[in-house]
C-alpha cells in the first residue's frame, strides 16, 4: 500500500481520497476548508496544517484544483511551492482540468528536480468519484503511466494512457467539445421531431439504434420524460453543470487557436453554452441546452 | 407469400427488390432503365411494359424514387397516375426519402380511393440493401404498420413504426440531421487532437469509451488509419455520398422551416456539406469532411 | 393621372394606397377588412365588394399580400383569380414579399394573357411606406420597369431595377440575409465591447468611423442609449419585428437550398431568430437581438 | 518639435516612422532588420545600436512589434527591458495590437516608474501606414491621451480615445470581429445573389444603398468586376491578409472567453477564416473567402 498526499478535497477530490482510504493506502490529505478535510478524515485520512507538511514523506501526490493558476501556484511558487518540498523519484498526478501547456510547465519543473508527474484529468463526474468508476485519461511517458496506473485504479474503472504530458488535457478537452456537440445536435434532432408531431421516446429509440447513436441520446438523453435517472428527469438537477461545460469548452477554444485548428461546431456550442449560462443556467446540468431549442417556450 | 410490385430499381430498389424475390414473395418490377430491370428478372422478377400494368394485379407496391416531384407524379399525375390503377384494400410502400408534406398527401389521395399507404424510407446504404439488414422508419397507422412489417423483414432487420402518415420521413431526417453533426463534431474533435500531438487511434479508443461515443465515431471512424473497412481507409470512396447528405439536410432544413425550429448545428452542418460538395467532393463519403479541418492541408 | 387597383391594405399597403391617392390618382382599393378599406376610402379612393370588380378597369394592379400562397390564389385561382379578369395590356405589380418562384409562376401565366407584372418588394418598413420613402426592388423587362417606375415614385425614393421576373424578390432576400448578419454582428461587438469596460458610445462612433462601419451600427444601434429615435431607445417597440425577420430568414434559407448555396452566417442568424422569436420576442423589433448577447442578463 | 523613439520598423512600422520624420521630429529608430533601419535613416531618422541606446534621450517611445510576448520582452525583460531605461516622465505608445492583459500591465509597470503609457493599436493597413491616414484607436486616461495625440496625428486621419489602459485593443478586437462578419455576411449574400441569376454590381449597388449597406460591400467589395482599385480587383493581392484577420479572430476569441461573452457569429468567422488560412489562402487579402461560398467551383 502506498503512501499519498491528496491536495485539493472538492466536490471531485473528497470521493477520490476517501476511496484511497478504502482501498488501503495511507492518505495525508490538505484543503483550504476544514470541513472537506474534516469529512475525508472522518474516514481515515490524516491531516497536516499545511500543504507542504503534508506532501514531505508522499510516494504519490494528487491534486485536483479548480483551474491552472492553482495548480501553477500550488506546485511552482518560490520557496512556498510545492515543488522545493517533493521528495525526488516520487510522482505527482494532477487530476485537475486544465489546460496543456501549464501541465507540460508544472511536468518540466519537477523532471528537472527528479519527480515524475502525470497530467491525468477525470471524466465522469461527482457521481464517478463517489462510485470509483471514473475514466482518467493520463498523460506521461509509458514508465509514468504504468507506476500510477495502479494507484489510479483506486478511484476510476478506465485509466487511458493519452501520450505524453499535457496529451492526458488534450483528450479530455477534445472529448468534452465532441460531448457538447452531440448534446446540441441531439437536443435540436428530438426538438424538431416533437416539433413535427413525432414522440420523444419513440425517436429517441429509432436513432439510439440507427446511426444518430450516440452517448447524450443513449444514456444521457435530455428530452424530459424519455428516461428516469437522468438529470432531465429531475428538473436538469445534478449531473453536469452548464458552468463546467462553459470553462471546458473555453479550454477548447484556447487549444484550438493555439494550433489554428478550425472548430466550428465546438465554437459553436461555445457560444451557445455562454448564452445558456448567461441566461441564468449555470448551475442546471448540460443537458438543460435541450429547453433552448424548444419552439412552444 | 405475397403478390408485390417494385418500382424504381435503382442501387438502393434493385437490391431491394431481389431481396423479396429471394423470400419466395411473386414480384413485378418497373423502371425506365432496361438494364436495370434485366438485372432484377435474372433473379426471378417478372416485368411489364408500364407501371400500370405493374401494379395491377399486386397486393403490395413499392416504389423508392429519387425525390417527391417523382412519387408525386408517379402516384398523382392524372389518369396515367397509379392511383387510379390499385386496387382497393391494397398497400402502397414508399420507401423514397422525400418531405413527409408530399407523403401525407399520396396518403390522403390513396386513403380516398381505399388504398393503404405507409411512408417508410430506409438507412443503411447500399451494402444494407444487399445484405437485407436495412432499417425502415414506418410512418402510417398501427394496422397499417402491422400489415407492411412482414414485407420489410425481407428487406430490413430494424422496421420501426416512427408514427402517423409523414412520421417516417420526419424520423429519417431528424436522425441524419444528427448523423452529420455527429460526423462534423467528430471530424473537429480527432483534428483538434491530432493537431496538438495526439495519435488519431488512441484518441478514438478514449473518446468510445468516454462521453464522446457516437456512430461516426465507433463504427465508420472518418480518420484514415483508425479502422479497416470504413470508407476512411478507402480514400472516401462508397458508403454514403456528400451529395445525399447535402439533400437530406435540405429536407431537414425544410422541415425546420416549416415548424419553426431553431436548429444551429444543423444549419451548420447543411452549409459545410453544401461547400465541400462545391469544392468538388460530392461524390465521395461523407465521413470525407474530415479533410475540411486538417489544418495541415 | 393612372387608373390604380390596389389590393391589400394592410399595415404596409394601406399608407401605400393613401401616397398614390394624395399624388392624384385615380385609386380602387380592396380588403377583406371593412375597416381597412373605410381608412383608404376616406382619403380619397373608391372601393367594391370584390376584388375582381376593383381591377376591371385598371391600367395598375398593385398587390401587397403577406405570402406566396396568397399571391398565388389572388391572381392564379381557376375563374376567380385575377389573371381571367385582368385586361390585356395593364401592368401588375407586386409588392409583397415571398419566393422568387411564385412571382415567375405568376409572370408567365399573366404573360400569356397579354398582362405585364414585375416584382417589386419593398423595404423601409410602416415609416416609410407613410413617408412614401420606400425602396423597391423590381424584377421584370427593362420595358415593364420603365412603365412602372413613374407609379412606384408616388410610394418610394430609390426605385432599383433588379433584373427579371423574380429578381426583385432575391435582392430583397439578399438585402435582408445580410442586414440580420450586420445586426447580429453588431449585437456581439458592441456587448463583446461592454463586457470589457467599453462604453457603447465611444465603441459605436470608433466603428462607424472604421472599418465596421454598418447600416445597423451607424443608423439603426441596438444597444439603448446610443441613438435617439430608434427602436433601441423604445424597448424596442415599433421598427421591423423578430417574426418579419423570421420570415424573410425562411424565404433566404428556402433561396440557397434551391441553388445549393453555402450561406453559414445567414443560417445562423436564421436559427437565433428563430429561437429569439419562440423566446416570446417574436413583436419586438430585430435589433432586440442584442439582448441575446448579454452576459449580465 | 518632439524627440521620438521607434522600435520596430516593419511593414507598417518602417513607413508610420518616415511619416513622423517627414512632420520634423527628431526620430532614432530600432530594429534587429539592418535593412529596415537603413531604409527609415536614409529619410532622415538616426539610428543607434541597441534599442536602449535608442530610448534613453527620446519624450516620445514608440512600438509595433507582432504579438503580445514582443512588446512583454521588449519592455519588461529585467534589466534589459525598456522600462528600466525610459526616462520618468516620458510617454511610451504601443500600436502593436496585442491582447488588452499585457497592455494593462505594461501600462501598470511603467506606471510605477513614472512612465506614461497609452495602447495605440492602428487600422488602416500599410497603404494607410504609408499615406499617414490611419486610425489610431487610443486606451490612457484624458491627461494621456492629450499628450499623445498631436504626435499620433503626424501618422493618423482619426484618432479615438477609446477608455482607459487596454480599451485601444479591445475597440480594435471589437472592429475587426465586427468587419470579419461583415465580410463573410457580404460574400454570402452577393453569392447568394449571383447562384439565383442576379448581376453582382447590379445587387451591389441596392444592398448598398439599402439595410445592407457596409464598408465591406460599399468600399472594398469581395466581389472581382464590381470595384477598381480593391483587392478582388487583383486577385486578392496586397490590403489585408487572412491571416492577419486570422491572428485578430484570435484575440477577439481570448477576449470574449475571458469575459464568458458568447460571440457565435465571430466565432464562426473565426473558424472559417482559420479554415480558408490552413487550404492555403493565408498571404491573400481577407475578402478572398469570397469564393469560399462560390458554388461554381
Known amino acids: 500500500m502506498a503512501n499519498i498526499a491528496f491536495i485539493g478535497l472538492g466536490n471531485m477530490g473528497g470521493p477520490m481520497a476517501i476511496n484511497l482510504v478504502k482501498a488501503g ?4 490529505v490538505f484543503d483550504l476548508s476544514k470541513e472537506a478535510v474534516a469529512h475525508v478524515v472522518e474516514q481515515g485520512a490524516t491531516t497536516f496544517d499545511d500543504a507542504i507538511s503534508c506532501v514531505k514523506g508522499a510516494e504519490f501526490i494528487i491534486s485536483m484544483l479548480p483551474a491552472g493558476k492553482h495548480v501553477e501556484a500550488v506546485y511552482l511558487t518560490p520557496s512556498s511551492g510545492l515543488a522545493e518540498h517533493i521528495k525526488p523519484g516520487s510522482h505527482v498526478i494532477d487530476s485537475s482540468t486544465i489546460d496543456a501547456k501549464t501541465s507540460q510547465k508544472v511536468a518540466s519543473v519537477l523532471a528537472e528536480k527528479g519527480i515524475n508527474f502525470v497530467d491525468a484529468p477525470v471524466s465522469g463526474g461527482v457521481g464517478g468519484a463517489v462510485a470509483g468508476t471514473l475514466s482518467f485519461m493520463v498523460g506521461g511517458s509509458e514508465e509514468e503511466f504504468a507506476q ?11 485509466i487511458f494512457h ?40 419513440v425517436l429517441s429509440n429509432i436513432m439510439s439504434k440507427s446511426s444518430g447513436s450516440n452517448w447524450t441520446l443513449d444514456v444521457y438523453n435530455p428530452c424530459p420524460g424519455v428516461m428516469e435517472n437522468v438529470p432531465s428527469a429531475n428538473d436538469y438537477q445534478g449531473g453536469f453543470m452548464v458552468d463546467l461545460m462553459a470553462k471546458d469548452l473555453g479550454l477548447a477554444m484556447e487549444t484550438a487557436l493555439a494550433s489554428q485548428s478550425s472548430t466550428p461546431m465546438g465554437a459553436l456550442a461555445r457560444s451557445l ?13 448540460f443537458s438543460s441546452i435541450f429547453n433552448v431549442f424548444n419552439h412552444d417556450k
Do not use: F
Not at 148 to 158: F, H, S, T, Y
Not at 163 to 188: D, F, P, R, W, Y
Not at 276 to 283: D, F, L, M, T, V
Open 148 to 158: 500510477v496506473k495502479p494507484i489510479l485504479e483506486a478511484m476510476g474503472k478506465n
Open 273 to 285: 453554452y455562454a448564452m445558456h449560462a448567461a441566461s441564468g443556467n449555470g448551475a442546471k446540468d
Open 162 to 201: 493519452a501520450g505524453q504530458h499535457g496529451a492526458g488535457q488534450i483528450a479530455k478537452v477534445c472529448n468534452n467539445m465532441l460531448l457538447s456537440v452531440l448534446m446540441v445536435g441531439t437536443s435540436e434532432a428530438l426538438q424538431l421531431g416533437l416539433a413535427n408531431g413525432l414522440d420523444a421516446k
Open 25 to 28: 493506502h495511507q492518505v495525508s
